[in-house]
């Protein structure tokens, strides 16, 4: 009897442990040191990699690289405009399979920082939101606003659900550990006062709400409510805490380069920078920090944002555009994560104490039962400092950072990059672009095929609802046979005020000019002399969008296109202003309607064959030609550096919009010490801002690639090449 109740008892005792462990190995919580998982407290050490901006046959290696260089984590953001282009119409399939992207995180031993948003800003065309929404009657984005949060809580609801149906939190088993609402709203706030609190606090309260297991974070929005953990973003969070005592100090976007735009220089961070940057983080008692981006990737088709950012979302991240290692950035930062690791024993279970070691000298000492790890800085952006530490002598070098994981041994300084460098080189290939064949995109019966009439200009979203980068604009100017401007002297000008991209002005079926805006305003004035005869003539405005913006104060109210005046000077009677005529539109290309750039479309029209030079540089041409794949396994692209502007798309598949406009910028000295800004580190002044574009493998086949671009300006088709990528360690 007495062994038999004992035995129970013991029984039931397992029993309960067992359950206890369970419940305690499947949940995520949080206390003032850190993020807990599975009772423990833990450094996490976090990269974002977008799965849109790679294809899913480079997901399990970028996943593997970034775990290589110890990290523990992978952010993304979810992406809301590729997930459901109209309304309840949703895609989950190829690049947008977000589920096989967690399950590839997951199989590899990783976490996932799922940052659902549904606003994700991410230089990603209208910052995430599906355009249809600014079209939602009523609606007013990122607000206290009943259509704006019913379909923000819509499609929240619907990727969380697509979550838990598969698992995928970690109160699960799954890899999820956190979700991000909303992405940096703080800013917002102070423009927009107490709505925008009230906006924020219910995003925040109806993302808890959906019960995942996992604690939410909410970036750069200082005033995140309890239980939400409010994080920092930016080059350094030396500054930052959570708002309250009891949240882990956490570091959603250590900036580990910047984007580009086309016109302006590529961007580069010093890693020495980047690791002081994390090193420092961590010294004053962060435990989460994860680069945007450890692989950034390319932004495909037409979704950049901008205006202006590249189709390259390279970032100068760890992991370049193509998949392969950047040296000296990748190993020197990977040497940083195991040097941390080393310390986490005692970064987890201590708070520091502090000591100053000199005037930008300090130590702060982890310490607990047998470990001891130390941080030693010198934040002085111009000297060494030689400071003695536990009656020991440590030679600091400038904006550096020593981590000591047994409180006595320098095991890494982040000023001291051993690692070797990588030369990144675009090589030749064997593959060479067969039979080249032209089609000129018809302009002479546009008229007919116009979509629509309307006096006065229209806003270019409203008419094209982005479902094409292009909307032309057409009205008519009558000339009387009496006009001095046809006996000679001085030609008319057209003066067209524009708030869209660029603009390319054809009278009478010829191009005139063009007129583009630049990263750094938006809109701009075309002025230009036009040709003009008796009778009428057709003023055609083809205005281009390079990407909607995905910032600022409600962006979905900004109008875009030819919003005129629109004004023909020099004429008898002085000034002719057409803004308010009889305009007429038509959306996209003729080319774009009849798919010429699938294997299935491209045989709609008759094509001209013959020799590219003798056809001449001309404006609105689509170009063909078909290649096969070449050989080996290294990253390709195409070097377009010959064409003007345009988009080009591989067996159907759009590699992004190409534009070889060159960098202005402030090319320079960079020093990877002082505080790092966009204005310093940058290269490529006076060269093409993109010159190639990344053609995925995993898009070719063996033979008979089909290649199809449209070109607005003219250019040397017969100079494209398919170059592959290699890299050389010096
Ligand atoms: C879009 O255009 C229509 C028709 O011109 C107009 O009535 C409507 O107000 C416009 N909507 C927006 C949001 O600009």
């Not at 708002?243 to 976007?253: F, I, L, Q, R, V």
Request: net charge neutral.
């Amino acid at each position: 009897m007495e062994t038999n109740s004992v035995s129970k008892v013991f029984i039931l005792l397992s029993m309960a442990l067992l359950m206890g462990t369970q419940l305690i190995s499947c949940s995520v919580t949080y206390d003032n040191k850190a993020i807990i998982i599975d009772g423990r407290r833990r450094i996490l050490l976090s990269g974002s990699i977008h799965y849109p901006r790679s294809t899913p046959e480079m997901w399990k290696d970028l996943i593997q690289t970034a775990k290589n260089a110890g990290l523990d984590v992978i952010e993304t953001y979810v992406f809301w405009n590729v997930h459901e282009p109209s309304p309840g119409n949703y895609n989950f399939e190829g690049r947008y399979d977000l589920v096989r992207f967690i399950k590839t995180v997951q199989s590899l031993g990783l976490y996932v920082n799922l940052r659902i948003g549904p606003y994700v800003c991410a230089e990603w065309n209208f910052g995430g939101f599906p355009v249809w929404l600014k079209y939602v009657p009523g609606i007013s984005f990122r607000t206290d606003n009943e259509p704006f949060k019913a379909a923000m809580q819509g499609f929240t609801q619907k990727i969380v659900q697509m979550m838990k149906s598969e698992n995928l939190f970690e109160s699960q088993g799954g890899p999820i550990i956190l979700s991000q609402i909303e992405n940096e709203y703080g800013p917002q706030i102070k423009v927009l006062g107490a709505a925008g609190t009230a906006y924020m606090n219910w995003a925040a309260k109806m993302a808890v709400g959906l019960d995942t297991g996992v604690p939410w974070v909410m970036c750069k929005e200082d005033d995140a409510p309890d239980p939400v953990i409010n994080t920092c973003n930016g080059f350094y969070c030396d500054a930052f805490s959570p708002n309250k005592a009891y949240k882990p100090k956490m570091w959603t976007e250590a900036w580990s380069g910047w984007f580009t735009e086309f016109g302006g220089p590529i961007h580069q961070r010093p890693v020495q920078d980047l690791a002081f940057a994390v090193a420092r983080f961590i010294q004053l008692g962060g435990s989460y920090v994860n680069y945007y981006m450890f692989h950034g990737g390319t932004n495909f088709g037409r979704t950049a944002g901008g205006p202006f950012i590249t189709t390259s979302y390279d970032y100068d991240a760890p992991i370049d555009e193509y998949g392969l290692i950047r040296e000296p950035k990748y190993s020197h930062l990977m040497k940083l994560h195991k040097a941390i690791k080393l310390c986490e024993p005692a970064l987890i279970s201590s708070d520091p104490s502090v000591i100053t070691l000199g005037k930008s000298q300090q130590a702060h000492v982890f310490s607990v039962g047998e470990s001891c790890a130390a941080f030693l800085s010198n934040s002085d952006s111009n000297s060494d400092a030689r400071v003695i530490f536990n009656n020991m002598h440590y030679d600091l070098p400038p904006w550096s950072v020593s981590i000591l994981p047994d409180c006595r041994n320098v095991v890494f300084n982040t000023a001291k990059v051993h690692s070797q460098t990588s030369g990144m080189q675009m090589l030749p290939t064997n593959s060479n672009f067969q039979s080249w064949e032209t089609y000129d995109e018809e302009i002479s019966s546009l008229e007919d095929s116009s979509t629509l009439t309307a006096v006065g200009l229209l806003d270019q979203i409203n008419v094209t609802r982005d479902s094409s980068d292009y909307l032309w604009y057409m009205t008519s100017v009558d000339i009387q046979s009496s006009e001095s401007i046809l006996r000679g002297g001085q030609k008319p000008t057209l003066t067209v005020q524009s708030r869209g991209n660029v603009l390319h002005v054809f009278i009478n079926g010829q191009l005139s000019g063009s007129g583009q805006g630049n990263w750094q305003k938006t809109g701009f004035t075309f002025n230009g002399p036009i040709n003009l005869l008796p009778g009428t003539n057709m003023i055609a405005l083809l205005s281009v969008a390079v990407g909607l913006p995905n910032i600022g104060v409600h962006f979905e109210t900004w109008e875009t296109g030819v919003l005129g005046p629109v004004v023909v000077k020099g004429l008898d009677q002085g000034k002719r202003d057409l803004s308010w005529q009889k305009w007429t539109y038509k959306v996209g290309l003729k080319g774009e309607a009849m798919n010429l750039v699938s294997s299935d479309g491209v045989s709609s029209v008759e094509w001209i064959q013959g020799s590219l030079v003798d056809q001449g540089q001309q404006p609105l041409k689509w170009y063909k030609a078909y290649f096969d794949a070449p050989e080996g396994d290294e990253p390709l692209a195409l070097d377009m550096k010959s064409m003007g502007k345009g988009q080009a798309w591989i067996n159907g598949q759009s590699i992004g919009r190409y534009w070889t406009v060159y960098a202005n910028g402030n090319c320079g000295v960079c020093k990877y010490s002082g505080i790092f800004k966009t204005s310093t580190c940058q290269i490529g002044c006076g060269e093409a801002t993109q010159q190639w574009y990344h053609v995925p493998r995993s898009w070719l086949k063996p033979t008979q690639n089909l290649l199809v671009l449209f070109e607005e300006l003219g250019g040397d088709a017969s100079k494209i090449s398919l170059v592959k990528r290699t890299t050389t360690r010096v």
